[in-house]
C-alpha cells in the first residue's frame, strides 16, 4: 500500500528499512507520520532491489486517527509474514475479522485518506475515506487481473474507553497499495497441471503441463506459499480445462515448517495421509507439477523428494520431468520458418547465425503456390499456408516430392484482409485460422490438419477474429480481434466437450467433439491497436502495438494482462510480423522495414534476410 503522509507532521517512524549489505543488516526508519490532517497519495516507498527488507513499525503511544491511519497503511506494505503489525492497529474484534489474503487492490498510487468529518476527534469515532485509481487486483486465489475506475472504501476508529488510544474498528477485506509497492512486495510465478481437455490425438502421450500464474509475497517464504497454492488447485478461470495429480484433500503435513530446498537442491515436501495411496506414475507426474513450479525460484529446486505417514513416495530430478511430462518450452524447435521473396516457405536453423535460407522441403517449399502466411506444425513434419490473395488454405507434408492436393479451406471475403488469417498448430496436430470475411466471419479447427473444418463457438468475444495463436499447451488461445476501430490482444480458454449420438458420448461414437473458446479476457488493455503477436514461453506472449495517440511499441505480457519482470525488447520500426518459441532460449524473430530480424539474448536487433512471415513451430 502506498501509505499516505500528510505535511511533516511529528510522530513515530511508520516502517523500518532492513537494507542487506556485505553480510549486515542495517535499519533505517520511514517517514514519520502526520498528527493531523488528510493523508495524500505518494508511493511508500521506491523501488527496491531484492536484498531490501521493510519492516513494519507498531503504533506509538497517543498516536492520532492520521497516524493510525497511515502507520496501518505502512504496515500492510511491509514484508510481516502475517501482518501481525497491522493487526496492532486495529481493535481486538476488527483484527480477529479482517482476512488480508481475500484480495490486493493495486493502485496507480499509494491510497490516499481523507477524514470524512475532520475535527471530530472530541466524539470517541472518526473515519476515513481510502482513495485512488485502481490498476489491477489479486484475488484470493493470488490470480492477477488488470482493473480500471476509482477505489473508494472506509476506514473507521474508535477511542479505547479504558487506554485513551485510537485503533481501527471498521476497515476493508483484503489489502491495498501502490503498483511500485506492489511490485516491490508481490512476484509472478506460474504453477503447472496438466491439460485435461485435449483431442483424442493427445491420449495416449504423456500429460501436457499447463501454467497457471500466480503473484506470490517475495519476502514471505515463497517456496511454501507455492507448495501451498498448486495444492489448493487451478485458479478458476483454468480450472475447467486442467486437472492436478495431487489426490483430492492432499496438503502440506500440518508439521510441516517453513520448505526450502537443502545444499544439494533437494526439496523434501512432507504431505498429509491423503497423499500416501498414490501410486508411482502419479507421484513422479506430482513430483513433476513441483519442479515446473519451482523451477524459477531462488534458490533453486533440482530435486523433490515427496513423502507421506513418515515415508518417501517417490523422488525425481528436473532432468527427468521430461520422461514423466510435456511442457511447451522443453520441445526447442529446429528450424525458423519464413517466406522468401518468390513466397515460397524457406529455413534456417533456429538460434543460430545462419542467414541463408533453404527450401523446405515438399510443395510448399518449391514455390508450386505463392503465400502469405505459414504455419509449421510442432514435429516440423507437415505446414500450412494461406495463398497470397488471402483466399485458400493448404497443409502440405515436409518431405521431398510432397503435392498439396485441394485447399482445406477456403474464405469467401471480397478483398485480401477479409480473407483468412495466419494459420497457427496445436500441441496435438489441430489446425486453427480465422476468416475475417465480414458477411460469415468464424474460427476453424482442422483436427490433425485435414478433415471438414470444426467451426470454433466463441461466446462472448465480440468482434472480429484478426489474428490466431494457440498455446503450446493446446488449452489456451491468443486472439487480436477487431471492433470498431481498436484491436484488441484477448487470452481464451479451450474446452472441448463430446456430443451426445444415439449410441453415446463422442469418445464412443466416433461422433465429432463441441470446440468453445470461452471466457476472453483482455492481456493488454492499455493498446488500441494491437497488430501482432506471439506466444513466447509458457505464459507470456510478445505484443506489438501502440497505445492511444502513442507510437508503436514492442513488449512483453503475461497470461493476465501483467507485466513481466524482464527487460523489453529493444525498439523496432515498423513491425508487421513477430515469432517466439515456447523456449524462451530461442531468440525474438521479426519481420520489419528491414527485412527479417532477430534479437539474440543481450544484443540488439540483427538483420538476418530478406523475408516475410517468419514464425517458428506452432
Not at 490486493?104 to 468529518?117: E, F, I, N, S, Y
Not at 488488470?146 to 483484503?174: C, E, F, M, N
Not at 491439460?195 to 493427445?202: D, G, V
Not at 508450386?368 to 513434419?381: F, K, P, Y
Amino acid at each position: 500500500m502506498g501509505g499516505e503522509r500528510a505535511g511533516r507532521g511529528r510522530g513515530a517512524p511508520a516502517r523500518m528499512i532492513a537494507y542487506a549489505t556485505s553480510g549486515a543488516v542495517l535499519l533505517a526508519g520511514c517517514a514519520s507520520m502526520p498528527d493531523s490532517g488528510d493523508l495524500r497519495g505518494v508511493e511508500s516507498t521506491p523501488r527496491q532491489d531484492a536484498q531490501v527488507r521493510v519492516f513494519a513499525m507498531p503504533p506509538s503511544e497517543d498516536a492520532s486517527p492520521a497516524q493510525i491511519v497511515q502507520g496501518f497503511l505502512e504496515a500492510l506494505t511491509s514484508d510481516d509474514a502475517d501482518y501481525k503489525t497491522a493487526r496492532q492497529y486495529l481493535t481486538t474484534e476488527a483484527a480477529r475479522a479482517w482476512k488480508p489474503e481475500l484480495s490486493t487492490t493495486v493502485l496507480a498510487d499509494g491510497p490516499g485518506a481523507q477524514a470524512d468529518r475532520p475535527g471530530r476527534e472530541d466524539t470517541g469515532a472518526v473515519s476515513f475515506t481510502l482513495t485512488g485509481e485502481k490498476v489491477a487486483t489479486v484475488d484470493a486465489q493470488q490470480a492477477y487481473a488488470s482493473a480500471t475506475g476509482p477505489y473508494g472504501k472506509l476506514v473507521h476508529l474508535t477511542r479505547d474507553a479504558k487506554s485513551g488510544q485510537w485503533r481501527i474498528d471498521g476497515v476493508p477485506q483484503g489489502v491495498v497499495m501502490g503498483k511500485s509497492d506492489f511490485q516491490r512486495n508481490y512476484m509472478s510465478v506460474s504453477k503447472y497441471y496438466f491439460a485435461s481437455t485435449t483431442s483424442r490425438a493427445a491420449a495416449d502421450g504423456p500429460p501436457m503441463a499447463v501454467a497457471d500464474p500466480v503473484y506470490v509475497r517475495s519476502h514471505v517464504e515463497p517456496t511454501t506459499q507455492m507448495v501451498r497454492s498448486l495444492l489448493g488447485g487451478p485458479t478458476a478461470w483454468l480450472d475447467p480445462v486442467v486437472r492436478s495429480s495431487f489426490p483430492a484433500g492432499a496438503a502440506l503435513h500440518e508439521d510441516a515448517g517453513p520448505l526450502a530446498a537443502d545444499d544439494h537442491g533437494k526439496l523434501t515436501v512432507p504431505l498429509n495421509d491423503k497423499a500416501a495411496g498414490a501410486g508411482t506414475r502419479l507421484c513422479k507426474e506430482m513430483a513433476a507439477q513441483l519442479l515446473f513450479t519451482l523451477r524459477n525460484l531462488s534458490p533453486a529446486v533440482d530435486e523433490v523428494e515427496l513423502r507421506a505417514e513418515g515415508k518417501q513416495l517417490c523422488s525425481l530430478t528436473q532432468e527427468a520431468t521430461e520422461t514423466v511430462a510435456d511442457r511447451g518450452s522443453l520441445n526447442s524447435p529446429d528450424y525458423l520458418y519464413f517466406l522468401d521473396e518468390d513466397h515460397r516457405l524457406v529455413r534456417i536453423p533456429a538460434g543460430g547465425t545462419a542467414t541463408q535460407p533453404d527450401p523446405v522441403p515438399g510443395a510448399l517449399g518449391e514455390g508450386e503456390t505463392s503465400l502469405r502466411s505459414v504455419a509449421v506444425s510442432r514435429d516440423e513434419r507437415t505446414a500450412a499456408g494461406v495463398t497470397l490473395d488471402g483466399q485458400s488454405l493448404y497443409v502440405g507434408s515436409i518431405v521431398p516430392g510432397g503435392s498439396l492436393g485441394e485447399p482445406v479451406l477456403s474464405s469467401r471475403g471480397e478483398s485480401e484482409d477479409d480473407r483468412l488469417t495466419a494459420p497457427s498448430w496445436d500441441a496435438q496436430g489441430g489446425l486453427w485460422v480465422a476468416d475475417r470475411d465480414p458477411a460469415d466471419p468464424g474460427l476453424f479447427l482442422l483436427e490433425e490438419g485435414g478433415g471438414e473444418p470444426l467451426e470454433v463457438r466463441t461466446p462472448g468475444l465480440d468482434g472480429r477474429i484478426q489474428s490466431v495463436r494457440v498455446a503450446a499447451d493446446g488449452v489456451r488461445i491468443a486472439l487480436v480481434v477487431a471492433e470498431g476501430d481498436r484491436r484488441s490482444l484477448m487470452i481464451g480458454r479451450i474446452e472441448r466437450s463430446g456430443t451426445e449420438g444415439p449410441a453415446g458420448p463422442a469418445e464412443k461414437t466416433g461422433a465429432r467433439p463441441a470446440v468453445t473458446v470461452l471466457q476472453p479476457r483482455p492481456a493488454t488493455p492499455e493498446l488500441e491497436q494491437v497488430t501482432a503477436m506471439s506466444w513466447t514461453g509458457d505464459s507470456r506472449l510478445v505484443v506489438v502495438g501502440r497505445e492511444e495517440g502513442g507510437v508503436e511499441q514492442m513488449r512483453y505480457v503475461e497470461v493476465d494482462g501483467s507485466l513481466p519482470e524482464v527487460s523489453q525488447p529493444a525498439a523496432l520500426t515498423g513491425v508487421e510480423a513477430v515469432a517466439g518459441s515456447a523456449d524462451e532460449e530461442v531468440p525474438l524473430v521479426a519481420h520489419s522495414v528491414d527485412g527479417i530480424v532477430r534479437l539474440p539474448s543481450g544484443a540488439q536487433w540483427q538483420k538476418v534476410t530478406e523475408g516475410t512471415a517468419p514464425v517458428y513451430p506452432g
